[in-house]
């Protein structure tokens, strides 16, 4: 990147849309995540379940997410790999107090970085470790440990702790997964 494009992006003064997909279990946090993010004027005043996906668009600094926002129930979650092609990262919301199904979420992250269309490609994975205000929530480094994230070696990755009903923890990860977006353009 040259100086000009340093200089565009640090004074935001190019604009950039990317495509993003938001994976999980069902139950994670997921579209509370992104609804956190959006502006106040777009946000919903009530959370449904996801069935399917939802499609929503939020801006962080100068870069406009469009967020394909998966559904996490297990009949759903074979639809994930037919939005991986497009997709420029990845946030994957991790219910950190549910430890019953923490290896379910590693075997779904494992299927997800292996698939032919992410295994390839060094595209950011932004982890969040939601529900990090409940009293049986694993810390962010027990949770990274269970998922066997020192393994990737091949893409960027962050990991969060995050409360998506107050939006603790959102801007650190949102602020990671940005500068990711921008150092790839």
Known sequence: MGLLDKLVNIFGLKK???????????????????????????????????????????????VTFTAFDMSGQGRYRDLWEHYYKDCEGIIFVIDSSDRLRLAVVRDELDLLLQHPDIATRQIPILFFSNKMDLREALSSVKIAAGLGLEQIMDKPWHICATNALTGEGLQEGMEWFTQQICDRS
């Open 16 to 62: 950039r849309e990317v495509k993003i997909l938001v994976v999980g279990l069902n139950n994670s946090g997921k579209s509370t995540v992104v609804n956190n993010l959006k502006s106040d004027d777009t946000k919903a005043s009530e959370i449904v379940p996801t069935l399917g996906l939802n499609v929503d668009k939020f801006k962080h600094q100068n």
